[in-house]
């Protein structure tokens, strides 16, 4: 009854570094998310996947990419990190995404990531 | 571009009185309406979604939308303590490219 897992949970980077943030779910979703939350910005939207296989940027895609590597994971990449990377990163999913009537997203824990 | 609109707070009410967070937002596509509940470092979870006029109630909590006013609220009833925190509004369209507009939240602070 894992749900969304996420990790690190935390992690600090230095300057051009680069890392992966690990991100599996559990509930036979199609579509899978990697959104940012920054103090007064709200969840921004990175990158997403709609099914296996597909991956689309959204609001703040830049330095980041991803990687939808099967049905149960979806990865994001930080090539070379910058201090404006600093946030809390969420992976999401969710079930049925052309439906009206969808269920909402399931988010992971989280991985708090700071960029000195 | 979509908006959803929330005013950040925080709205403070009193242990049982009734909390009355509101959302408006700007696409009248949007069909499908969620409320997310983050507690302070923690994700957000789903707690309520309505996609059809009027009210939806689920144990203390009631969502009501009024599409022609393009606005949906959240209700919480016999407020508690172990309420207090960030709350989302999210809205979606049908089709198009099906992904959810966040609001930036609604701190609600319960106090005893």
């Known amino acids: 009854n894992a749900g969304v897992t996420q990790t690190p949970k935390f992690q600090v980077l230095k300057t051009g570094q680069s890392m992966t943030l690990q991100c599996a779910q559990d509930?036979?979703?199609?579509?899978m998310y990697w959104y940012r939350q920054d103090p007064g910005m709200g969840l921004r939207l990175i990158y997403y996947s709609a099914s296996e296989g597909t991956t689309d940027k959204g609001e703040v895609p830049n330095g980041y990419n991803v990687s939808r590597l099967n049905k149960r994971e979806f990865s994001l990449r930080l090539e070379s990190a910058a201090p404006s990377q600093t946030s809390v990163y969420f992976c999401?999913?969710?079930?049925?995404?052309?439906?009206?009537?969808?269920?909402?997203?399931?988010f992971g824990s989280g991985t708090r990531l700071t960029v000195v | 571009q979509k908006e959803v609109e929330q005013n950040s707070g925080p709205l403070s009410v009193p242990e049982g009185a009734i909390a009355s967070l509101n959302c408006t937002y700007s696409d009248r596509v949007s069909q499908s309406f969620f409320w997310y509940r983050q507690y302070s470092g923690k994700s957000p979870e789903l707690i309520m979604s309505i996609y059809s006029n009027g009210d939806k109630e689920d144990g203390r909590f009631t969502a009501q939308l009024n599409k022609a006013s393009q606005y949906v609220s959240l209700l919480i009833r016999d407020s508690q303590p172990s309420d207090s925190a960030t709350y989302l509004c999210a809205a979606r369209e049908s089709g198009g490219s099906y992904i959810p507009t966040f609001g930036r939240g609604t701190s609600l602070i319960v106090h005893p």
């Open positions: 509930m036979n979703h199609n579509s």
């Open positions: 999401a999913s969710s079930g049925e995404n052309r439906a009206p009537r969808d269920y909402g997203y399931t």
